[in-house]
């Protein structure tokens, strides 16, 4: 046993697995699937209970798919998430983000960081404009 | 002196102080000043430098001015700012952020915050595909 | 049983506890026990080994004892612990911390925060200098 | 499009790029840039504003420049960021940071850490001399 | 538009709403719903998917439930969650955690926040013998 | 001096060093000492601190060996310490955790940093019941 896990290519996995690659396939359109899966595939019910939940939450909505995924690559750049920020980074390439967009989200995120800090330091009180 | 910072209103504050709040209303087309900066203005160099950067990361740019706020609201949310979710949370909505919106923005923080930490615990290698 | 423990008072404690306030008076000389420790109290292994922690790492050293206050207040500030910044923002203003530093403290908090993120997401490499 | 953004060398950078390079050698008395600036440089108005960040809170003040660099290598260490502890770091050292202020600057980052998260967990109320 | 949500109680929920809220209270062998479920309904597909992941993560496993809850605690305590804490906290002493293993989760929840600085901080490479 | 310290080995190692390194082996009933306590030897006090500290919280108590380890592996998790989980996993596995276990413990760690987000952003009032 070891603390990584090795990922699992289709040809070895179980066909519960395999069902949740190929709907990670159908619905991103894609030939491939990426190691996140591969990882969680060594305990199919998280596999499939995370794939559920990032197909809602990242599915259509009354957010364009495009900020979607800015705001995923933003939370992950927040805690320091290499691989979330490649990956969420690259699809969010896919659906139109500019080079000039990342830097201004990278600068976003910086910036809260530094302000959520002040506000929590100083302990300011929420102004009743609002509430 | 005591922790929290007592906010300095208008009619108490310097010039120095009073030229920054000028310029925040005028940027901000609002009659009146949030108490993030009336407790910075006890600093004025941070006073002056924290808002040159919220003015200058916040204004016009490649991203538009709703999906900034949206990005800002999603990394305080995910820092747990009470200040900065309602500060900035306002004036998403005021820029035309629906309660839907909010609700899929919430989504997308607890969900990256869930699955940043199952990548990093999993210490998953980044796919060639995103480099 | 409640999520929150109640202070232990001087007179309702243990002979064990009380040669623990005893010895944080003697050492602080102060007349008083800050609430932390009378929370603590509740488990005196804990108290013990806490108190005694506190007593190493902040005593005598090659730092002189404001520039430790300093730096317990900042790592506290960047965690966003307003007790901790209220306890240990007292005992730096005690040994001579001015609202100015204070207020230059804080900024490094705010930027450090800010920086730390820009240099992770964008997974700069340690230059050779550094290492 | 990469993750990760390749350092602009001086040779290649543009005017605009250069003339925050030399004022940061200037400033440092350095005849080098470490990589954070040049992969900053990407992005030239984050470059600018940032650099007049790090410039305006870290020079002269009320704390001496040790402490203020000791303070930026505290919240580093509390975020685990390891380029910005090895930066900070390499700079502390610069202006006199003996290793046993390096040890017990990391014993108090570890121990506040701690701390902070027993005080916020036992949700202890802020004692009245501490307002 | 406020910043918080109210609760939404069961007399005022739709059909929806109160189906989630009678599973809670089947699965939970209770006659009423805490807050957080209450808050989340404003947002049903929200609720019905935060339900589901939580009904299937803290259902019968490999693990027992009074030590799924115990993790669930510490986390939150990590994380500083006061509501988490306090909920999870109850359900805890509810599946049979003594005051005396409280204290004990609470001293390893603090130790590892500290340890896990030092080593990060220290750059600790990972011994063959973990691998 | 640079930003990482080597590990001193034994044969390397001050009578003072020994000492600790000896008791890590004896308690542990092992023969070698992990990377951790050879890295904190460059600093003898805190070496010593910090090995009293585990060997208190981490012996035995009101809660079993395995759920101490889980425990200690779910913060580290949570905060993302790849070094701890190795360690601390490995520590669980000799312990009993079986794979489907940890699998489990990844599964909690993951949603309650979900739904600690969640409640925090939206200010969620502690039922009268919890308290």
């Keep these: 046993m070891s603390a ?16 949740v690659y190929d709907d990670i396939m159908l619905t991103r359109k894609a030939d491939w699937v990426n190691n996140f899966w591969k990882v969680l595939a060594h305990d199919p019910p ?27 690559v933003a939370v992950s750049a927040s805690n320091g998430c290499r691989y979330c920020i490649a990956s969420h980074g690259t699809a969010a390439r896919k659906k139109g983000m500019t080079e000039g967009q990342y830097s201004e989200l990278l600068a976003i995120v910086g910036l809260a960081n530094e302000t959520n800090r002040l506000v929590t330091a100083l302990d300011v009180a929420v102004d009743a404009a609002f509430l």
Excluded: S
Excluded at 4 to 19: G, H, L, Q, S
Excluded at 53 to 62: L, R
């Design 4 to 19: 990584a896990r090795r990922p699992i290519e289709y040809p070895d996995a179980t066909p519960e697995v395999r069902a």
């Design 46 to 72: 998280t596999l499939r209970r995370i794939w559920g939940n990032i197909k809602q939450v990242m599915g259509p909505g009354e957010l364009d798919p495009l900020t979607k995924e800015l705001l995923y």
